[in-house]
């Protein structure tokens, strides 16, 4: 079943990547496992999928620790407390979400020194919605030349998450804008390849406006709703 469904979604994103005029494979899909089982990110690594995204700390751990024997790519992409940075630092390859310096500085500090810096993504709350987190389109320059300079840290690029697919001129406006604050940070010289933008309902269209990573969730796991 999730292996049907990650071929579709990959069949779908080499779809949209030649209808878009974009080398094949340029688009990295990360499957997000949040409330998953073991098993079910067993199946999607049996099926060739290497990279997975977490938002909850305690229950990415013990999967971690499940699958510590198979060779994963981790990212958090949920809201990060200071109490946090200690395990994710040490147990994820990548964090997509930073909003605030001083959280980026303790990932920096925390991270061992034997592990490569961490990859990580600063969110932009590129609809300026009140409820989420992320920071505001002027302020992501500034956050990403200072990140840029925290050692055991890499600057990977941006994050964002539209309000929920209603009107797709708005999310492609909010697309658009994203394209372009990522394009200002590479024209400040910060060297960041990754602009992490479109989810299930929505990847079709980030494709299109230049997404260089999806994070899918239920197009490969199906509903969160039926896990205990
Ligand atoms: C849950 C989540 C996703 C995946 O959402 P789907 O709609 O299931 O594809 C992507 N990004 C973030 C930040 C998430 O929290």
Avoid at 69 to 85: A, M, P, R, V, Y
Avoid at 124 to 139: R, Y
Wanted: proline content about 4%; hydrophobic content about 40%; aromatic content about 4%.
């Amino acid at each position: 079943m999730i292996q049907t469904r990650l071929n579709r979604v990959y069949a779908d994103v080499h779809a949209c990547e030649h209808a878009a005029g974009r080398p094949i494979g340029s688009v990295k899909v990360l499957a997000v496992s949040k409330k998953q089982s073991v098993e079910a990110i067993r199946e999607a690594y049996a099926a060739g999928q290497k990279a997975f995204g977490e938002n909850y700390c305690q229950e990415a751990l013990a999967k971690i620790e499940a699958l510590k024997g198979l060779d994963i790519e981790w990212h958090f992409i949920g809201d990060i407390q200071s109490n946090k940075t200690q395990n994710i630092a040490t147990h994820f390859d990548w964090v997509q979400g930073i909003s605030r310096l001083k959280i980026a500085e303790r990932l920096s500090a925390q991270r061992p020194v034997d592990l490569s810096p961490l990859n990580v993504c600063i969110q932009v709350n590129i609809d300026n919605e009140p409820t989420k987190a992320g920071v505001l389109e002027g302020e992501a320059l500034p956050l990403a030349k200072k990140i840029a300079s925290l050692p055991q840290i890499k600057l990977r690029g941006l994050m964002v998450l539209p309000a929920p697919l209603s009107d797709v001129t708005i999310v492609q406006r909010a697309f658009r804008r994203a394209v372009r604050l990522h394009k200002q940070l590479n024209d400040a010289g910060l060297h960041v390849d990754t602009l992490s933008m479109g989810m299930s309902s929505d990847y079709v269209l980030a494709i299109e406006e230049g997404t260089t990573m999806i994070r899918v969730g239920t197009a490969i796991f199906g509903s969160r709703e039926k896990q205990p």
